[in-house]
């Protein structure tokens, strides 16, 4: 994929009189255009795009796997400020977020609904920073990237066991040691419904060292207003989110062979409620807490993250160090309402409606650490070999308080665990280039891990042990300089866990086992036309075995986690990029996924055969045009604007014996434009987001009455200064 790639859509929609104003604002830019030079600093031919998915650097189009890039500068323009706008972007991508800084990932049907831990790797740099929490990853900051790389399918050999459904890697601007440079931007927008909201971003490069020491402070900081009321509590606009974020990034380059990189961020993320919305019409964005209709549901979002990184290069390899650790806070009030098809508990009569609101705070400790050495240069072998660690503490408190059938069965009833979780790895991975067109390669990584529980009923916890070898194995096939032919295997593995002491006594298992994911995909990259047209084309297959899910035990309302059987995943992936002129780009790209349970053997599963997997849209498609102009000789400008369309993401569970086992979300569409001018170094934008005003539900979680509603149409205007 090509840095200039995609444009996409946020979550916006618009008025007539904008429109108008608009295509007035457009019709004068292609009027200025016509007369003004071409805009400078263009060429016809995409950039090609430098990519580290398989730990060394390669251009993006040679890596035998599909790897989805996205420039830094793309992020910037489109003001990409998470993996939720990120996931408009990324065919087979989906993400949840019902709390703001709180994501659940799914790449190609693989996602976080429930298990032992989170599916979807996450680095930042060098470090995994994949959460300990499996309710949500981390809110990394998209702010300042060099880029952001996408790796689906399995990706077990080199990033472990936490990258079943693939790894998200965001790569951070590193320190320049030769000059100083920053930019800054403004922005605000009005909403369609709620209160207005500001932006201030920020990134200064400071050398104190001409070419041997330099700083990078990045600051990222937003005030949303809120647009969902709450009636029954008589207030408004009650999902606003705060949200400050500081990163300090230091480069200290010893000599030339020997480069040291440390990272520091500092997050802070805090809102008065979730964005959701349970009440009709969902045009009114209306909430109601259940047993308590006045209830308060703010959350807290909070992580601090430390990082050093060692290079040194031997000129035939480079060996890289990479210690981090991550110390997080997480604080949640929220209220839920399910409705049976039957009494679920005959000493209570009309107890088909079950409520529970509560709250629930998490802290978690992450240190992981990687060693690896990788070959050098260009080379007809080349190889990585190294050795991880990681060590995890997590624990949490829970109140709760429920009602059956109108009834208040327990009051701040409290429910206290902790977790700790300690592995190790040895990987390695190598390619032979058989021809001048063949390449071969295989790879393998052996897991160990040591899991342990403990809850309030049961301090002397559970523990296990649980193992892995993840083999990887791929042919490439070069049919012209630049046309590339892949085939792909890879393993993907997740340990087992413990149901706790809880669900053990109420006749429930007290543990589960591990799971795993074969998957094969077959792929071609192809840059035509004179380098001015890029495709990527994806089919794929999956296998996913002793799968865990999510139920309940017989008879009670205890959540027990079970390995219910298998399912297959299969689909189709594509990405075009095409640059006609050195003023248009245009960009298409989505996925078509299918999955399907294909088996079952665990007793009162939520899951039957033929039923799909949870949280996987069924397609997803983006159209992006990006055209450049001048207003004037000096004052060149842009023109920008995305359409992206989600199919439904489904949730089942027949395991609790609901009026309505299934949950699925709305079909989505999101259109997104901007148009601007550059004067120098500052840039001025209008923009309009979610310009449809796009109110579906955008998860499906309608089972337990939390439907989670996107931000309403946004209008507003940024201003941007850079100096570098």
Do not use: C
């Not at 071409?38 to 430098?50: A, G, K, N, R």
């Not at 077990?156 to 040691?177: D, F």
């Not at 509560?358 to 060693?371: I, M, R, V």
């Amino acid at each position: 994929m090509v840095r200039y790639s995609i444009a996409t859509s946020k979550h916006n929609h618009p008025t007539q009189p904008f429109f108008s104003r608009l295509a007035a604002l457009i019709l004068v830019a292609f009027t200025a255009s016509a007369s003004a030079e071409t805009p400078q600093d263009t060429t016809l031919e995409l950039e090609e795009v430098i990519v580290t998915a398989q730990k060394r650097e390669q251009r993006a189009m040679d890596v035998p796997m599909s790897v989805s890039v996205v420039g830094g500068q793309v992020i910037e323009d489109l003001d990409i400020s998470n993996a939720l706008d990120l996931s408009y972007l990324v065919p087979g991508m989906v993400v949840q977020e019902a709390v703001p800084g709180t994501q659940l990932y799914t790449l190609r049907g693989i996602g976080n609904a429930a298990g032992s831990s989170n599916l979807v790797g996450v680095y930042l740099d060098e470090a995994d920073v994949t959460s300990a929490d499996i309710n949500g990853q981390y809110d990394l900051s998209l702010y300042d990237l060099e880029r952001v790389e996408v790796l689906r399918g399995p990706q077990g050999t080199l990033y472990g066991a936490g990258s079943v459904g693939g790894t998200i890697r965001l790569i951070t601007n590193k320190p320049r040691l030769d000059q100083p440079g920053g930019k800054a931007e403004i922005s605000a927008f009005s909403q369609a419904r709620g209160d207005a909201s500001y932006e201030a971003r920020a990134a200064l490069n400071i050398p104190l060292v001409q070419d041997v020491f330099a700083l990078r402070f990045v600051l990222n900081y937003h005030d949303w207003g809120g647009w969902i009321d709450q009636p029954a509590a008589d207030r408004e606009n009650i999902n606003d989110n705060k949200y400050t974020d500081a990163r300090l990034r230091a480069l200290w380059r010893i000599n030339d062979r020997f480069d040291i990189n440390g990272t520091l961020i500092v997050h802070r993320n805090e809102g008065g409620g979730m964005n959701i919305v349970n009440l009709p019409p969902y045009s009114k964005s209306l909430v109601q807490t259940f047993i308590d209709p006045a209830l308060e549901t703010p959350y807290e979002d909070d992580y601090d993250h430390y990082n050093l990184t060692a290079t040194y290069d031997f000129d035939s390899a480079t060996l890289v160090s990479a210690t981090a650790y991550t110390d997080s806070w997480r604080y949640r009030a929220s209220s839920r309402r399910f409705v049976f098809a039957s009494d679920l508990i005959p000493d209570f009569p009309g107890s088909d409606v079950y409520e529970a609101y509560g709250s629930s705070g998490s802290s978690s400790n992450l240190f992981t650490q990687e060693l690896r050495l990788v070959s050098g240069g260009e080379k007809a072998f080349n190889w990585v070999v190294g050795l991880f660690y990681r060590d995890e503490d997590e624990s949490g408190d829970d109140l709760k308080t429920t009602a059956l059938g109108g009834m208040v069965l327990g009051s701040d009833v409290p429910y206290s665990w902790a977790t700790h979780n300690e592995s190790w790895a040895v990987f390695g991975e190598a390619s032979l280039a058989l021809s001048e067109r063949w390449e071969l390669g295989v790879g393998a990584r052996y897991f160990n891990e040591d899991r342990f529980r403990a809850d309030l009923m049961d301090w002397a916890g559970q523990k296990a042990n649980f193992d892995d070898f993840s083999p990887r194995a791929f042919l490439a096939f070069s049919a012209a300089e630049n046309i590339n032919i892949y085939v792909n295997f890879a393993r993907g593995f997740r340990s087992g866990g413990f149901n706790g002491a809880e669900v053990e006594n109420a006749g429930g298992p007290g543990s589960y086992g591990p799971e795993n994911l074969d998957s094969y995909e077959l792929g071609t990259k192809m840059t035509l036309a004179d380098g001015r047209l890029y495709t990527e084309l994806v089919l794929f297959y999956s296998e996913y075995k002793n799968m865990q899910t999510i139920g309940v035990v017989p008879g009670t309302l205890f959540s027990v986690i079970s390995n219910i059987g298998e399912a297959e995943i299969q689909g189709f992936e594509w990405t075009v990029q095409w640059r006609p002129s050195d003023r248009l780009n245009l960009g298409f790209n989505g996925s078509v996924i299918d999955t399907e349970v294909t088996a079952v053997n665990a007793e009162n599963t939520p899951q039957l055969p033929g039923d799909p997997l949870d949280q996987v849209a069924e397609y997803a498609w983006s159209l992006y045009v990006d055209y450049l102009f001048n207003w004037s000789a000096s004052n060149p400008g842009f023109f920008r604007t995305g359409y992206n369309r989600q199919g439904p993401t489904r949730m089942t569970d027949r395991s609790l014996g609901l009026v309505n086992p299934f949950g699925i979300s709305d079909t989505l569409g999101f259109l997104y434009a901007s148009i601007g001018v550059r004067f120098g170094r500052t840039t001025l934008e209008l923009f309009g987001r979610n310009l449809l005003d796009e109110d579906g539900r955008s998860n499906p979680y309608d089972i337990g009455y939390i439907e989670t509603q996107p931000r309403p149409r946004m209008i507003g205007v940024r201003l941007a200064f850079n100096y570098e």
